[in-house]
């Protein structure tokens, strides 16, 4: 009786095992087709729409812009799903503490949670080694020569120079990994390929994301007051809006008369003239009836005349459209403003401004106090060191609220950082644009936010946003455990957020002191 109690134990422990990792799984799938639909209507509201239409008559390019497409719309939902990594790990521990009994939060576990890290980190390797080098060699293919055309032959040559690169990058990385310390070289290295090579490689790419975002993120603050600035309607203080709206108005039809009545001066000035044209060269007319120098100082009056006026009449009809095109730029701002609500324009931009205001303050002071403390040896550093189990404890000392306010944080960090990434100035050209981003530029732009979202889980436990420890490999990265790296880091970006922000709230009264200044002097 005792041993077929063991086996039923036994059995129904395996069952149990089983349904928890196909319920895991079928979890996972859905995450996945979701966030593959969310990504798609982003990658399809910026592709260029012509690229079809290019080559309707050739099927195998048809094919591999397709392909293309949806490896680009893949690697954008693993970059949603890397940025949406540690709040949806904060969120499950509140959850679970909040609810630790009830029947519906019961899927929701530590091993669904370290299963997620695990993937996003698989998927996250997978595109940026495979899949996005893969798309754009296979994109950029033609086939080798005195082979025959068709798709096998793009085929052959992407996969032949995909090879090579990877020896390349392999031999790199081992050479780098024993320059590091990090293992010795041997024989059967390349055996290695996934426990050590890549994690390597991926630990070296989140670095430079992280430095990247060291240097958006502060520009992304300001920027972001900016946007909102011109998104929002702001409030009317002490201002009629019919009334400028009026006057705007009349203005502009004042221009476009003036401008009217240059156009038709001009063609007074040239049908004139091509008379006086047809007067002298007609027939000997002129040269018979008028005397010499009458027709000389004629011609002579004429041409100055035509001149002048040319070039006065060019010099204000520039004028004219230049001050027409920012009455029109000022009087669709004035109409924004008329049709916009009084709630909106009374509670809704106050409200995100000092949302801003608040969220960058709070930023500021957590990067503060994570210095401080790392300096006085009371926090440990981001390396992973333990097994994280959900539930058990809240990791923010305000409870929910306080971990409401980290998920906040982290959100307007990853917001705050894609702002200030394309707002450099050696963005302009690689910046997506609506239905007018070519394929290559597709391509970037989702390697450039799968490296963004991938250094966001990083960036919040090195600054001190957040406790919650880094799952799977993410927590393993070992630069991580270099004091001297997560306390320079720290202060960097505390005193690059403190500069920009003083630079941004006193650039106006620094210049009007200025003005005054040299007005006086």
């Known amino acids: 009786m005792q041993e077929e109690e063991e086996e039923e134990e036994v059995t129904d422990l395996k069952l149990q095992l089983f349904h928890n990792t196909v319920r895991e799984h079928i979890i996972f799938l859905l995450l996945i087709i979701l966030l593959y639909f969310s990504s798609y209507v982003v990658v399809s509201r910026f592709r260029r729409r012509d690229r079809d239409d290019l080559y309707s008559n050739d099927e195998d390019e048809v094919l591999v812009y397709r392909i293309s497409f949806w490896l680009c719309t893949f690697t954008l939902a693993v970059a949603e799903g890397a940025a949406m990594l540690l709040p949806v790990s904060i969120a499950s521990n509140e959850v679970l503490l909040l609810y630790p009994n009830s029947y519906y939060v019961k899927w929701l576990n530590s091993s669904l949670i370290q299963g997620l890290w695990n993937h996003v980190f698989l998927f996250s390797n997978l595109s940026l080694f495979i899949f996005l080098p893969f798309v754009y060699l296979f994109s950029e293919s033609t086939g080798f020569v005195g082979h025959k055309k068709g798709i096998l032959a793009r085929v052959y040559e992407t996969f032949t120079v995909f090879i090579l690169m990877a020896i390349i990058v392999l031999v790199l990385t081992a050479v780098l990994s024993a320059m590091f310390g990090i293992e010795k070289f041997q024989f059967f290295w390349f055996l290695n390929l996934g426990s050590v090579h890549l994690p390597f490689l991926y630990s070296c790419v989140s670095f430079l994301g992280v430095m990247l975002m060291l240097i958006c993120t502060p520009v992304g603050f300001v920027r972001l007051f900016g946007v909102v600035n011109q998104v929002l309607v702001r409030p009317l203080l002490l ?24 156009e038709l001066h001009n063609v007074s000035i040239s049908d004139a003239t091509n008379a006086t044209n047809r007067l002298i060269n007609g027939n000997g007319i002129a040269h018979s009836y008028l005397p010499q120098p009458l027709l000389q100082h004629s011609l ?119 702002v200030g990434f394309y707002s450099m100035p050696f963005m302009s050209n690689v910046r997506p644009k609506r239905r007018q981003t070519s394929l290559p530029q597709l391509m970037l732009n989702c390697a450039f936010m799968l490296v963004l979202s991938s250094a966001l889980p990083l960036l919040s436990r090195i600054i001190g946003i957040t406790n919650f420890d880094l799952l799977g490999d993410f927590g393993a990265i070992e630069w991580l455990g270099n004091f001297q790296i997560v306390l320079l880091y720290n202060l960097i970006f505390g005193t690059t957020t403190a500069l920009c922000l003083a630079n941004k709230f006193t650039a106006t009264v620094r210049r009007e002191l200025r003005a005054r200044l040299t007005a006086l002097f």
């Not at 035509?306 to 109409?335: F, I, P, S, W």
């Not at 306080?402 to 990853?414: K, N, R």
């Open 239 to 262: 201002r009629d809006v019919n009334e400028e709206f009026s006057v705007f108005y009349m203005e502009e039809a004042s221009v476009k008369r003036k401008l009217a009545h240059i």
């Open 300 to 418: 002579a009056h004429l041409y100055q005349r035509k001149t002048l006026a040319a070039g006065n009449v060019d010099e204000q009809q520039q004028m004219l459209n230049e001050r027409l095109r920012e009455l029109y730029r000022e009087r669709k701002e004035l109409d924004k403003l008329r049709k916009s609500s009084t709630f909106q324009r009374t509670f809704v931009y106050p409200l995100a401004m000092l949302l801003l205001l608040f969220c960058t303050a709070v930023t500021t002071l957590l990067v503060v106090q994570n210095t401080l403390e790392l300096l006085i040896g009371i926090k440990a550093l981001p390396l992973s060191t333990r097994q994280f189990t959900l539930g058990i404890s809240s990791l923010s000392k305000l409870g929910p609220v306080g971990a409401g306010l980290e998920v906040c944080l982290i959100f307007y960090l990853g917001a705050t950082s894609v």
